[in-house]
Nanobody, 121 residues
Framework: QVQLVESGGGLVQPGGSLRLSCAASGSIFSINAMGWYRQTPGKEREMVADITTGGNTHYADSVKGRFTISRDNAKNTVYLQMNSLKPEDTAVYYC???????????????WGQGTQVTVSS
C-alpha cells in the first residue's frame, strides 16, 4: 500500500523553527510534484509550498522568505523548513502528491495523515 507519512510537527514559540518531513512508502515507481498544505478549523485547506521533481518551487505569499521546501528524490521524501514562525502558522499540515505513480502508467493522488503545528508562547 502506497502512503505518505509526515513527521516533525509540534509546539514552538513565536519566532522559532520546525522542520517537517514526509516520506512516501510502498511500491513507488515515481512521484511528480510534492507539496505541503495546511488547514485550520472552519477554513479550507490552503497550499503552503510545492516542488517539482526538478526542484522548481512555489510558495504561498504568507510564507515566502520564511519557509523552504526541498526534496530528496532518491528517498521519495519532501521537507518543509519553517523559520520565523508566527501564531497564524498554527494549523494541521498535510503532505500532498498529486501524481504518485505505482506503475509506469498508473497513479494516485496521495495525502498524508496530517501533523499538528502549534505556534504559541
Amino acid at each position: 500500500q502506497v502512503q505518505l507519512v509526515e513527521s516533525g510537527g509540534g509546539l514552538v514559540q513565536p519566532g522559532g523553527s520546525l522542520r517537517l518531513s514526509c516520506a512516501a512508502s510502498g511500491s513507488i515507481f515515481s512521484i511528480n510534484a510534492m507539496g505541503w498544505y495546511r488547514q485550520t478549523p472552519g477554513k479550507e485547506r490552503e497550499m503552503v509550498a510545492d516542488i517539482t521533481t526538478g526542484g522548481n518551487t512555489h510558495y504561498a505569499d504568507s510564507v515566502k522568505g520564511r519557509f523552504t521546501i526541498s526534496r530528496d528524490n532518491a528517498k521519495n521524501t519532501v521537507y518543509l523548513q519553517m523559520n520565523s514562525l508566527k501564531p497564524e502558522d498554527t494549523a494541521v499540515y498535510y503532505c500532498h502528491a498529486p501524481r504518485l505513480y505505482y506503475t509506469f502508467s498508473h497513479y494516485i493522488e496521495a495525502w498524508g495523515q496530517g501533523t499538528q503545528v502549534t505556534v504559541s508562547s
